[in-house]
């Protein structure tokens, strides 16, 4: 008796939302959605939506384990940071391929991360933990002025601050506790991201590229450039650290964004996220490399060859959209019509300068080109054409 297609479908777990379930679904891959609970419009989507408490990881098992029982479950991951460690998890108890839990724990958790490095002789910030807020001001003082105080777990970019001050550091503790906190050097120096992919334990650098920072005290994004301007010698050094850094925190399959400063004795790991990275970075990676790292990272949870489209641009410029001063926004929405431009924020909204720790990025402009100067005028361009004003929030 011959089986049927239903039957020859590969079958994958995935914790994460409407972006990777298209993805499978284009793949002709069976999918199991886990959600808390699983939004209705993603049900609809998913072959088996499967509602679970997604803290509970026991109880998430036994759900999962009697799916597995009945039609066997190829993969388990997720390509969000929050439910990285529970697929992880998931995929280790089941027996099935996924993220190493040792690699899902170690980039979750930026205490463990940084002590797992340096334990391995990778190059990381000078750090302290500081378990109460009063000990972030004797860190800052061990460590000396400026330092970046961040949240142990969690919050993401929201969760970093820079402290130039004596001042800020008392502001970082009281904002960004209680719990513990890492306070590190901070490393003068250029920011590149770094997307790798990793299979059986070998890592492929997909592309380097230069990152800009707002100046603090919230180290938001504010842009990216490719090329990265590093040249091939200083590529293949970032490549060569960041192969390194996977390696000793355990990445075994799955997706790297990588963030690295080069300082004055060269590269320093600032983070890893185990998933492909957030914005317009995915589709700039794929422009600039062929490479759909959302499939990417489907395509090696389940043991298929990457799928790699021809380059499209050869170079990006990727600039974020930020303010100067705290109001009510207003610009042109005709201007959201052209092609690279997003906003977060509709005309009326309130926003912050990126100055403020609660401000940012409130959307992005991104352009493509073979030219350095045109891209730079094509983002000028579009830029002016938003018209974008920040009004007095009288309220």
Request: hydrophobic share 40%; net charge negative; proline share 7%.
């Amino acid at each position: 008796m011959s089986r049927s297609h239903e039957d020859l479908r590969q079958s994958v777990a995935c914790v994460s939302g409407r972006r990777i379930v298209d993805v499978l679904t284009s793949m002709d891959v069976r999918t199991v959605l886990l959600g808390d609970p699983t939004p209705l419009d993603l049900a609809c989507v998913a072959d088996v939506p499967l509602d679970v408490d997604l803290d509970d990881w026991r109880g998430a098992e036994m759900a999962l384990g009697l799916l597995h029982q009945v039609h066997p479950i190829d993969a388990v991951f997720s390509v969000y940071d929050a439910y990285l460690p529970i697929a992880s998890y998931l995929a280790a108890r089941l027996d099935v391929r996924g993220l190493a839990l040792a690699a899902a724990l170690n980039c979750d958790d930026k205490i463990r991360m940084r002590l797992v490095l340096a334990g391995a002789g990778v190059a990381v910030p000078e750090f302290v933990v500081a378990s109460e807020p009063a000990d972030v001001e004797y860190a800052a003082r061990r460590l000396g002025l400026p330092v970046v105080v961040k949240k142990a777990t969690g919050a993401r970019g929201r969760g970093t601050l820079l402290c130039r001050t004596p001042d800020d550091t008392e502001d970082a503790a009281r904002s960004l506790g209680p719990g513990p906190l890492l306070v590190e050097r901070f490393i003068e120096g250029p920011e590149y991201a770094v997307q790798a992919l990793i299979t059986d334990s070998t890592t492929t650098i997909v592309n380097v590229l230069a990152q800009h920072v707002g100046p603090g005290p919230r180290m938001a994004e504010a842009g990216y450039d490719f090329p990265s301007g590093l040249g091939r010698n200083g590529e293949r050094e970032v490549a060569e650290f960041v192969t390194n850094a996977l390696r000793a925190l355990g990445f075994d399959n799955g997706v790297a964004h990588v963030q690295v400063r080069l300082g004055s004795s060269g590269p320093v790991l600032v983070n890893v996220a185990a998933r492909p990275p957030g914005g317009q970075l995915c589709a700039v990676t794929e422009q600039v490399s062929g490479i759909d790292l959302t499939r990417a990272a489907a395509e090696i949870a389940l043991g298929r060859p990457i799928s790699r489209l021809p380059v499209a641009a050869p170079r990006a410029l990727y600039r974020c959209v930020s303010f100067e001063h705290s109001g009510i926004v207003d610009y042109d929405p005709d201007a959201l019509d052209t092609p690279g431009v997003w906003l977060d924020v509709d005309p009326g909204d309130r926003v912050r300068p990126a100055t403020d720790p609660q401000g940012g990025s409130y959307g992005r402009i991104v352009v493509y080109g073979d030219d350095r100067g045109r891209l730079e005028s094509d983002y000028l361009a579009i830029l002016d054409s938003l018209r974008t004003r920040v009004h007095p929030d009288n309220s």
